[in-house]
């Protein structure tokens, strides 16, 4: 596993981001985060609608709506201050050492371009100059690599010509297949078929476990995240919750995460009334000791 | 109390025809909670749909309660829908939503079987004249089912009614249904693409991909994994999450 | 009966009737209307431009209503000595190449420019809302029949078939109004033949067959009020264009005939003399502009109202 004595690839403290209503008061998304992913490792964050858990993610890469209105402490990343960074140079992070996959590929991947536009697009900026025989090479061996079947294929195809999986499939292979330092996937197979989501959550293992990536996974699915990453951070009303090792949440001490874990209908035995959540307004400003690890 | 034999759905494209539904037969007893689960496009939406009567028959019958649509009063199959931000006209309160139904069937006494229909799915009568954006996805469901209830339907199909929603709040809806198939009797389908909750709330299930059925079976068999066809253990097995395994045998296909 | 908490400030009473109406709790459909229709009027008295508009046009509406009693001169009375005379004392807005002053006369052409808007929404909006969504709802042969003679609707050009009803009919503000609306009425059916199809699909619609409605009733209580909405904004943008094109008729003599203080047609009669008089042809000119001008604003600030992001 990882090496704690290893710096963490990227550091989140305090991590505040507001928006402003229509009277002008700010109402707070996310109110101080605090996180750290090490290299290789994978961490999930959990959370339902409104727990400001993509906006973390997307406070990472810089792709925070205009109206949004955040601070943070720190912000590094590989021992880079995020913070003191111009908007240039974070771009030029985002395109090489940190990536992101979105949930639909029909929104993400440019309805206009065939994906092999596309993927010139994203290789190119690796900074290598190709030729073009060289370049559609590449192309052909990152969507090979992706397990698509017919990579020529689909290489001249339009994004809207492809499958839901097919689709996630093609963006791993444009955000992973450079080998970046740090993945963000944001709901990656919410929008799948059970069946595709294994396909491309083992496409999406062989790619990190090959380039060593550090990848932050949100979702609102726990069981799944489980069952992908080492940690999970359970966020709650724009805060973390609680922090654990996954392979520790079924003994998870914070309320709200056993909340979660038995709000989903067991398959084997299920009760006769499912335990509802009943929310604590306490879980919103007082922290909960002892479960960050 | 539900026949369908050999159903036959066709939709009519610019290229030629997609057979969404084809050759499903099955059965529904009276009082039973069925389940249809299948991945996208395996018919399961478009078989419910033909049930209600919203989509129309290529071949083959369905028969509720011994009559085919035609024959039966409408108000005798209700239906519950996936989107809870599309289910409810945006210009009417509660109270509007609700009355129509008793209004378009004559049904007299409405101000309090409003009010009943309300607290049956757990909303008080805070919630009556409120409009659809003031209320949660959650809230938007419950009025979904209480306007299916309403009017008394002998029948309750129900579309992926969950799925839309957070797992907290899909838990609560999920407690609702049980408790109202077991105070009212009521002969329910359930269409989901998820085991679990398909599982938590029907006796019988059918497999469904492609349009047609790979198997039927009842819920204890998929609980104890005694499941016969190898689309269903593959579902089954993706259910428990990922495993390296499990990822490995679908990357193959 | 006043007691002395009677008698306390205005303030803590609105406080009350505002909790009243935002509320989300309305005990009845007439708060929650009243509460919907508040939160509409806070949305848009809050952008300045739509309350300039709207304030124009209330002073439209106010000069068209009392207007005419106000004011003192004969709009039609000729005093040939003071012909062309620039605005002074006695006459505020100068007067035209017959005497007459251009002020009343611009007053009472408020009646004639307002009656003309309303005439013509009232032909055009229903007719293209009716159109509209029964071709978006039952689709088929019944749609592509509609769209073409949507399609036909909108071939003719307005200004030709003004001239053809005025060699029919003689010339005249009311055949210009009724010209102008055979024309456009096609964008509105269109409009709501777009917001048809698509709630057309849309589940509550589902829900209501279920329900036993009947297509009529579908069609007029649930897919018809959707799509108000959104052709009352585009009457309202479209209004600067009518009462243009009314000017515009005016001006080639084949709406307003004289004496009648038309706008347009007080524009047309007063180019000859625009370099020497330039108040004759321009103050009408800028009167056609500020009401349209407003009715833009107006419309601008009615879609915001209307964005369903806010709810509608």
């Known amino acids: 596993m990882s090496d704690r004595t290893e710096a963490p690839l990227c550091e989140i403290d305090d991590l505040r981001i507001a928006f402003a209503g229509h009277d002008g008061a700010l109402a707070p998304a996310v109110r101080g985060v605090a996180l750290t992913v090490r290299r290789g490792e994978r961490l999930g964050i959990v959370g339902e609608s409104g727990s400001g858990k993509s906006l973390t993610g997307r406070a990472l890469l810089g792709l925070l709506p205009p109206e949004a209105k955040w601070s943070a402490k720190s912000l590094c990343f590989n021992g880079q201050d995020l913070l003191a960074m111009t908007p240039r140079q974070r771009r030029h992070l985002c395109g090489t050492q940190m990536s992101m996959i979105l949930q639909d590929p029909k929104y993400s991947l440019n309805p206009v371009m065939t994906v092999a536009q596309q993927m010139r697009e994203t290789i190119a900026r690796q900074g290598e100059r190709l030729s073009k025989r060289a370049m559609r090479e590449r192309i052909v061996e990152a969507l090979a690599a992706v397990h698509i079947r017919d990579p020529e294929r689909v290489a001249d195809a339009y994004p809207q010509e492809l499958s839901g999986g097919m689709g996630q499939r093609v963006m791993i292979a444009m955000m992973v297949s450079a080998g970046p330092q740090l993945l963000i996937a944001d709901e990656p197979t919410s929008a799948l078929d059970v069946l595709v989501s294994m396909q491309v959550l083992t496409v999406l293992d062989e790619m990190i476990e090959r380039h060593h990536t550090g990848l932050v996974f949100i979702s609102h699915d726990l069981p799944l995240v489980m069952s992908f990453c080492d940690r999970v951070a359970v966020m709650y009303g724009g805060r973390i919750v609680e922090t654990c090792a996954a392979r520790d949440l079924a003994q998870a001490r914070h309320p709200y995460t056993r909340g979660l874990l038995a709000a989903n209908p067991p398959l084997a035995n299920p009760p006769e009334e499912l335990p509802t959540l009943g929310r604590d307004a306490s879980w919103l400003t007082e922290s909960f000791d002892g479960a960050a690890r | ?253 | ?312």
């Open chain 2, 1 to 253: 109390m539900i026949e369908i034999d050999r159903a036959h759905i066709r939709f009519r494209t610019k290229t030629g025809h997609v057979d969404a539904v084809r050759d499903v037969s099955l059965h529904v007893h009276d009082g039973e909670v069925f389940g249809l689960v299948g991945e996208s496009g395996s018919g399961k939406s478009t078989l419910l749909r033909a049930l209600a009567g919203l989509v129309p028959l290529a071949d083959g019958a369905m028969r509720i309660g011994g009559q085919t649509a035609e024959r039966r009063p409408r108000r005798d199959v209700q239906m519950v829908f996936q989107d809870p931000y599309g289910s409810l006209h945006p210009r009417f309160t509660v109270d509007r939503t609700l009355r129509e139904p008793l209004a378009i069937n004559g049904i007299g006494n409405q101000d309090a079987r409003i009010l009943d229909a309300l607290a049956e799915v757990g909303l008080g009568p805070a919630f009556r004249f409120r409009y659809p954006h003031q209320l949660s996805g959650g809230q938007r469901q419950r009025v979904s089912i209480a306007r299916a209830l309403i009017v008394e339907p002998r029948v309750l199909l129900l579309d992926e009614p969950t799925s839309a929603l957070d797992v907290s709040v899909q838990a609560e809806i999920l407690n609702l249904l049980r408790r109202l198939h077991r105070e009212r009797k009521l002969t329910m389908i359930l269409v989901s693409h998820n085991l679990a909750v398909v599982g938590f709330l029907c006796q019988r299930v059918a497999v469904m991909r492609n349009g047609q059925v790979v198997e039927q079976l009842g819920v204890e068999a998929v609980r104890a994994h005694e499941v016969a066809h190898e689309y269903t253990k593959r579902l089954l097995l993706a259910t428990q999450g990922y495993t390296r395994d499990t990822g490995a045998i679908e990357a193959q296909r």
């Open chain 3, 1 to 312: 009966m006043h007691s002395p908490a009677e008698r306390t400030p205005m303030k803590p009473a609105r406080a009350h009737w505002r909790a009243w109406l935002v509320t989300d709790t309305p005990a009845s459909p007439r708060q929650a209307a009243l509460g919907r229709a508040y939160r509409r009027w806070r949305r848009f008295s809050s952008n300045p431009l739509s309350m300039l508009g709207l304030a124009i046009l209330v002073l439209l509406v106010v000069v068209a209503a009392v207007g005419p009693l106000v004011v003192a001169q004969d709009p039609l009375r000729q005093v040939l000595a003071e012909r062309l005379t620039p605005p002074n004392a006695a006459h505020w807005f100068g007067t035209d190449q017959l005497g007459r002053d251009i002020l009343s006369r611009l007053v009472h052409g408020s009646r004639l420019t307002l009656s003309i808007a309303m005439l013509v929404v009232v032909l055009v909006v229903p007719l293209g809302l009716m159109i509209g969504t029964v071709a978006g709802y039952c689709g088929g042969f019944v749609d592509t029949v509609l769209m073409r003679v949507t399609d036909v609707a909108l071939a003719f050009p307005k200004i030709v078939l003004a001239l053809a009803f005025a060699a029919a009919l003689g010339p005249g503000v009311l055949n210009a109004v009724i010209a102008i609306s055979i024309t456009a009425w096609p964008p509105y059916a269109r409009l709501a033949r777009a917001e048809s199809l698509r709630l057309a699909q849309a589940d509550f619609i589902h829900a209501a067959r279920l329900s036993g409605a009947s297509h009529l009733r579908i069609l007029l209580r649930y897919i018809v009020p959707l799509c108000s909405s959104s052709v009352i904004v585009r009457a309202t943008l479209d209004m600067a264009g009518i009462i243009l094109a009314v000017a515009g008729l005016g001006f080639l003599g084949l709406g307003a005939q004289p004496p009648s203080p038309e706008w347009g047609y007080m524009v047309a009669s007063g180019r000859n003399v625009l370099l020497d008089a330039w108040w004759v042809a321009t103050i009408p000119g800028l009167a056609i502009l500020a009401v349209s001008l407003a009715f833009n604003l107006l419309g601008d600030g009615l879609r915001d109202v209307f964005d369903p992001r806010h709810g509608g």
